[in-house]
């Protein structure tokens, strides 16, 4: 038998296709917390995939001993469900390639993601996606409504998936839906662009709770709540349904902040396997390995135009232009995890911060010491840990962003108060880290001075940048990812009650 990590595994797991029904605690989202590896004699392993919803969402279904719905992420692959060594249960929903196309890489990601994200790119508006997410929709919440138990509570994630409350609410309605939007909620002008509009918010009005990571977002919703007659009442609050909305046919649903966190004890060792000491020493390698500079920035995101990695970039050569950074004292880490590279607006993305990382070497650079050290791959969580560790300034600059996990991963691993965080003040983590250097990514005038005072801070005021670095390692160290899950689920039920 082949285990990952996390212990999952296809060759000798539990497979369990007699598991239908029998689920009182079901999570669906598009992907499955996994990706499927070929080994060199054909056979197929599971090994867990990266991301903030997969970190967010694994410590409670193994809590819950409960069931995954999601796509497998490979096209036309449909394996039987399958546990993991910690209890959950995968189950697997097919994508064509074409659904591939057409759902994901086309209305969730070139239609959905950019309007919601406030028009950083022009959303494209084609009929045959949207015919695509309907089906998509569709064959998930049958597959949920086959796998969970009599009512059983249902947690819907994201945008890809928006129509799967409005559809296993006539399927089964027995089963108690919760619905959390991951990604920002546009303005109701925004949002009313959209051609589908009304049928998509007929989709969501059927859950019995929808959570957003901001106060903001709710705002945003009830603003187009309104605008369509609905009856509300209560205020927005943070960690409870405090805003009640009834349709016109008396449904009753709950909205509310439910901003997310991460899971604070997997980041409470320095690496995942091995000792301080050989964390120690490997830290001491790669700081060897870049030239030993005086002080390191680091960026970690997804290669998505959302996150402002290029504008990050030209901040710092504008610094190093100007003689405020020294090229042979400094360096800036960027780790950019490939992303939806078939989009046009993300291969145009990845060719122009290549360029910027290409020019500012060519120019500051010296034989054998890059000033930036770029990644364009996936790392392991053992290397990433080292990478948060090396860093002095923790660069986290998005146009726009949900609420962004690397920040507070970045902050837990902080526990003796050391380093910085530049924070975009657009990141739903903005709202909780306020002792970060809030910046304006669209400006970066800001995003320079914001960069000199995170530097200029630990070399001159130390003290001081202890003491914001550990009021926001304590807000983060107190509301980990058990408290967003459990405040969510809590308000679930008093919703559906």
């Not at 990706?35 to 970190?55: F, H, N, Y």
């Not at 349709?247 to 899971?263: E, Q, R, Y």
């Not at 320079?448 to 807000?475: F, H, V």
Request: glycine fraction near 8%; include cysteine.
């Amino acid at each position: 038998m082949s285990e990952t990590a996390t212990g999952v595994s296809v060759k000798g797991a539990n497979q369990t296709g007699g598991a239908a029904g029998n689920n009182s605690f079901v999570v669906v989202a598009n992907r499955l917390p996994v990706d499927m590896i070929t080994e060199a004699d054909g056979a197929k392993t599971w090994q867990a995939s990266p991301g903030g919803l997969v970190s967010a969402l694994s410590p409670v279904l193994e809590k819950h001993q409960g069931c995954w719905v999601g796509w497998p992420g490979v096209a036309d692959e449909s394996p039987e469900p399958f546990r993991t060594e910690r209890g959950v249960l995968l189950h697997p929903v097919e994508l064509t390639q074409y659904d591939y196309e057409e759902f994901y890489e086309g209305f969730s990601n070139a239609t959905l993601w950019p309007l919601y994200h406030n028009l950083i790119v022009t959303p494209e508006f084609n009929r045959s996606w949207w015919d695509a997410y309907r089906d998509v929709n569709l064959r998930f919440a049958t597959e949920v409504a086959s796998v969970a138990a009599h009512g059983a509570t249902v947690w819907v994630q994201d945008y890809q998936l928006q129509l799967v409350p409005g559809i296993l609410r006539q399927l089964r309605p027995d089963l108690t839906i919760g619905f959390f939007l991951h990604i920002p909620f546009p303005p109701p002008e925004i949002y009313r662009q959209l051609p589908w509009r009304d049928e998509m918010l007929r989709g969501l009005m059927d859950a019995d709770l929808i959570g957003f990571h901001l106060v903001s977002n709710v705002r945003n919703f009830v603003e187009l709540c309104r605008s369509y007659d609905f009856e509300i009442s209560g205020d927005i609050t943070i960690r409870e349904a405090g805003i009640t909305i009834t349709t016109p046919s008396g449904h009753k649903l709950g909205v509310g902040a439910f901003p997310i966190s991460i899971d604070t004890s997997a980041m409470a060792t320095p690496t995942a396997s091995g000792s301080h000491e050989e964390a120690d020493e490997a830290l001491e390698q790669m700081h060897l390995d870049m030239g030993s500079p005086s002080t390191v920035f680091l960026g970690v995101d997804r290669l998505d135009y959302t996150k402002g990695i290029l504008q990050r970039l030209l901040a710092f050569e504008e610094l190093l232009d100007s003689g405020a950074l020294d090229p042979a004292d400094v360096a800036l880490v960027q780790l950019a995890t490939p992303s939806r590279e078939r989009i046009d607006s993300y291969r145009i993305t990845r060719s122009n911060v290549e360029e910027a990382v290409g020019r500012i070497n060519g120019r500051f650079a010296q034989i054998g010491r890059p000033v930036v050290h770029y990644q364009h791959r996936s790392v392991s969580k053992d290397v990433l840990m080292r990478y948060y560790r090396l860093a002095d300034i923790m660069l986290v600059t998005p146009f726009r962003d949900g609420m962004n996990l690397v920040a507070k991963e970045f902050v837990a691993t902080r526990a003796d108060s050391s380093g910085a965080l530049v924070l975009s003040e657009f990141a739903g983590a903005a709202d909780e880290l306020t002792q970060a250097h809030l910046c304006n990514p669209f400006d970066i005038e800001d995003t320079k001075k914001a960069m000199l005072q995170a530097a200029w801070g630990l070399k001159d005021n130390p003290e001081m940048m202890k003491e914001r670095m550990a009021s926001m390692y304590n807000q983060v160290m107190e509301h980990d990812v058990d408290l967003w899950a459990s405040a969510f689920l809590s308000a679930l039920d008093k919703a559906r009650a």
